[in-house]
């Protein structure tokens, strides 16, 4: 078996019994990297050769993660690195200093192996909006990774990284994980610093890990939350060690299992995975049974009225005068921020920002965005109530496996449905993560999402391990790059 092959806990296991060297390591992925990435299209930047000089002054002692190699999602600051959010507006910015995530992982002497493709400015749920390449799924080549962390869940799911950082706004590390058979967690909001974090929606954004289980997940997240003064949204609470919770144990767990979510538009594929799971949940020891999520049809809507006014405010600053691109087609100052604009932001992040703008308009706030804000209470409430009863909800984390490039990329409104089983988690500032639990008869994997309690990640890490470790998708199933 290759050294990209293994998880990190078993890179690290062999690292601390000196069979290996961090060198070994990151020439191993650098390999991997060498001979998919030309199919997969996952990175926006490689820093392979600045990785193989820093795994040679790797510090065992300091930490045990020292000399594990990590891809890192572009919309994340690395000083000295190209931070460009897959936009033409950013294709040359190179940030200044590190995200407070960053930083953190430098600390363990993690090593970056480069930046990775998303849609642009993180607006998308495909990676077909990315402003310089379009990244392939590693289960049929002809199929969307999902979005916006498509290059982080690609990367994983090819052996091209051993895990990565992506950005979740209404289901963005969830659906591409689900999308790559690949396991990805939406941490609560504020549980992990959003600093270097270049944002989309401020309310809604979360930085969180993509891996290729969920022990990898647990010690990734141990890594990078924690509170940072730096981000007023970040909460300071006591520092947990999430692999305490990597026990195969769900006895007595109560899981609800919204009804909303395995009904209409949701694949008929999907769903049957969806109730195989609840099956093996229930053979587990754990109590299931169906709950409803009243306001469900609802969060949709109200995410993206929310999301893209949010946008609209975040995305000001590119104005071609302070930094990013600027046209050079101008001769006023009036001219200067238009062409700019218009020539530095893609499709989609214009449909945004003229979505939000409206929304926030005087004529349209009160009717709009105000009623999103007010609904957005209601469904924060809606989960309070379910969780009074239930540890756990169970979801499918998309309702349909991943698709062919180009048959949702110029359908908005199609494309805006993907997101209907993630959106209500980053409404309510829940945690997420999603599992495989199946393929279909295509042989693409299907996503199950467990969504937890606020600052509950531990219960999450715990049903989700359990589930992963009785049903062993990694053993049984693996991507194919089919053309």
């Given amino acids: 078996m290759e050294l990209y092959e293994l998880t990190v806990h078993e890179l690290v296991d062999k690292l601390k019994k000196n069979e290996i060297t961090s060198e070994d390591i990151v020439k191993s992925y650098s390999k991997r990297i060498a001979e998919k990435e030309k199919d997969v299209q996952a990175f926006v930047t490689v820093t392979t050769d600045t990785a193989m000089e820093k795994s040679k002054n790797t510090d065992r002692e300091k930490s045990k993660l020292a000399g594990i190699p990590i891809g890192i999602k572009d919309n994340l600051c690395t000083k000295g690195v190209k931070t460009t959010c897959s936009s033409k507006m950013l294709e040359n910015f190179i940030a200044p200093y590190n995200a407070t995530v960053v930083e953190k992982l430098e600390n363990e002497g993690i090593i970056s192996l480069g930046k990775l493709n998303m849609d642009e400015f993180a607006m998308g749920a495909s990676t077909e909006y990315s402003a310089f390449k379009a990244t392939k799924n590693p289960w049929d080549l002809q199929t969307v990774p999902g979005g916006s962390s498509g290059g982080s869940a690609a990367a994983v799911a090819s052996n091209m990284v051993p895990w990565a950082l992506g950005s979740d706004t209404g289901g963005s590390i969830r659906q591409p994980s689900a999308f790559c058979g690949v396991v990805g967690l ?157 020539e530095g932001f893609g499709a989609e992040v214009k449909r945004r920002i003229i979505l939000g703008t409206y929304v926030l308009s005087s004529g349209y706030y009160d009717a709009y965005y105000k009623k999103a804000q007010k609904l957005r209470t209601i469904i924060k409430q809606e989960f309070e109530t379910l969780f009074k009863k239930y540890d756990v909800l169970i979801t499918p984390t998309s ?85």
């Fill in 186 to 342: 939406k941490p609560t909001y504020g549980l992990v610093s959003r600093y270097g974090l270049v944002a989309f929606a401020s309310s809604l954004d979360q930085i969180g890990p993509i891996a290729k289980d969920v022990e990898d997940c647990a010690i990734l997240l141990n890594v990078i939350a924690g509170y940072d003064e730096k981000d007023s949204t970040s909460v300071n609470m006591p520092k947990k060690d999430y692999t305490n919770s990597l026990v195969k144990n769900v006895k007595g767990l109560k899981i609800g299992v919204p009804k909303e979510f395995l009904g209409e538009g949701i694949n008929e594929e999907v769903k049957k995975s969806i109730e195989n799971a609840i099956e093996e949940y229930k053979k587990l020891g754990a109590e299931v049974e169906e709950c409803s999520l009243d306001i469900a049809n609802q969060a949709l809507a109200t995410y993206y009225i929310i999301a893209c006014a949010e946008a609209s405010s975040n995305l000001g600053r590119f104005d071609g005068i302070r930094y990013g691109y600027r046209t050079k087609n101008f001769e006023t100052l009036k001219d200067i921020y238009k062409n700019s604009r218009s």
């Fill in 399 to 483: 309702p349909t496996v991943a698709y062919k490039i180009g048959t949702k990329s110029n359908n908005p409104l199609e494309m805006y449905l993907a997101d209907l089983c993630t959106v209500s988690v980053n409404i309510a500032g829940l945690p997420g993560i999603s599992i495989p639990c199946g393929v279909d008869n295509q042989g693409m994997p299907i996503g199950l999402q467990l969504i937890g309690k606020p600052f509950a990640e531990e219960t999450l890490i715990k049903a989700a391990y359990t589930y992963e470790q009785e049903t062993k998708f990694r053993e049984n199933y693996k991507p194919q790059f089919k053309n």
